[in-house]
């Protein structure tokens, strides 16, 4: 039997990043508008202890672990930071892994999550990949930039819009892929309301205050299942 750490416990087992693991938890959590009651009946914990193990560092059993990352459709090394360094995807294939197409409401559901993506631009240089801080409102992808950065390019013309999620420890993920014009936006209604949904500011820093949209016309996207992965048939 698994050991279900309840409040008060001192949970045991391999040594992680305790306050980077707090700090990924929540961010996941509230990423996914989860309560610590969700995450709770998802893993078997006390919400009481969830909410330490956000604002505490500490040590924590690989079982429990295992069972913290399923719930958030993530993985141990993500929510630990332990792949921070490398590449996505550089594990071997999993047994009997699937190749399944999603349809367009799953595709917008894992899409709205926000984070970060990546844009397809055409630059003077030629086509390039760009990655943004994201959010999705009102069916619109808007990203915040600076009027002389390449993803400023996007404005006016149709472009791509790309986000994933790999799971290395079992071999599985989803692309979702969106397509649609995009403008600036500009009207100071609509700015505020993106500033105000907006729960990053862009990682590159520096004043980039100009917010393009993509209104996506074509959304698609697929998923690597692996039947016999804990988890499978949740979100990835």
Same mark, same amino acid.
């Given at each position: 039997?698994s050991?279900?750490? *309840? +409040? &008060?416990?001192v949970?045991? &087992?391999?040594r992680?990043r305790?306050?980077? @693991?707090g700090?990924r938890?929540?961010? %996941?959590?509230e990423?996914?508008?989860?309560s610590? !009651?969700?995450l709770a %009946?998802?893993t &078997?914990a006390?919400?009481?202890?969830l *909410?330490y @193990?956000e604002?505490?560092p500490?040590?924590h059993g690989?079982g429990? @672990? ?9 993985s141990?090394d993500? @929510?630990?930071?332990?792949n921070t360094d490398l590449?996505?995807?550089?594990? %071997?294939a999993?047994y009997?892994p *699937?190749l399944? !197409?999603? &349809?367009?409401?799953e595709?917008?559901q894992l899409?709205?999550?926000?984070g ?6 055409t ?5 390039a990949?760009l990655?943004?801080n994201?959010?999705?409102l009102?069916g619109?992808?808007a990203?915040r930039?600076s009027?002389?950065?390449a993803p400023a390019?996007?404005? #006016?013309? %149709?472009?791509?819009?790309e986000?994933?999620?790999?799971d ?12 649609g014009?995009a403008?600036?936006?500009t !009207?100071?209604h609509?700015?505020e309301?993106l !500033?105000t949904?907006?729960? +990053?500011?862009p990682?590159?820093?520096g004043?980039r205050d100009l917010?393009?949209a ?5 959304v698609?996207g ?9 988890g499978a #048939?949740?979100? #990835?």
């Amino acid at each position: 039997m698994s050991h279900r750490p *309840q +409040t &008060g416990a001192v949970p045991s &087992g391999p040594r992680t990043r305790g306050g980077d @693991l707090g700090r990924r938890v929540a961010e %996941r959590r509230e990423r996914l508008g989860m309560s610590y !009651e969700d995450l709770a %009946r998802r893993t &078997g914990a006390a919400p009481e202890y969830l *909410q330490y @193990l956000e604002t505490h560092p500490a040590t924590h059993g690989i079982g429990f @672990l295992l069972r913290l990352a399923d719930a958030l459709g993530t993985s141990v090394d993500e @929510l630990s930071g332990g792949n921070t360094d490398l590449p996505p995807g550089i594990g %071997r294939a999993a047994y009997h892994p *699937q190749l399944v !197409e999603l &349809g367009e409401p799953e595709c917008r559901q894992l899409l709205g999550g926000g984070g970060v993506g990546r844009v397809g631009v055409t630059t003077a240089a030629g086509p390039a990949i760009l990655p943004v801080n994201y959010l999705v409102l009102d069916g619109d992808i808007a990203y915040r930039t600076s009027p002389d950065a390449a993803p400023a390019g996007a404005a #006016g013309r %149709r472009v791509a819009f790309e986000v994933d999620r790999i799971d290395d420890a079992f071999s599985r993920g989803w692309s979702v892929l969106a397509v649609g014009e995009a403008r600036t936006v500009t !009207e100071p209604h609509a700015v505020e309301r993106l !500033e105000t949904h907006s729960r +990053t500011t862009p990682w590159a820093g520096g004043p980039r205050d100009l917010w393009i949209a993509v209104t996506p016309d074509r959304v698609t996207g697929r998923r690597i299942v692996v039947r016999d992965a804990p988890g499978a #048939g949740g979100a #990835g």
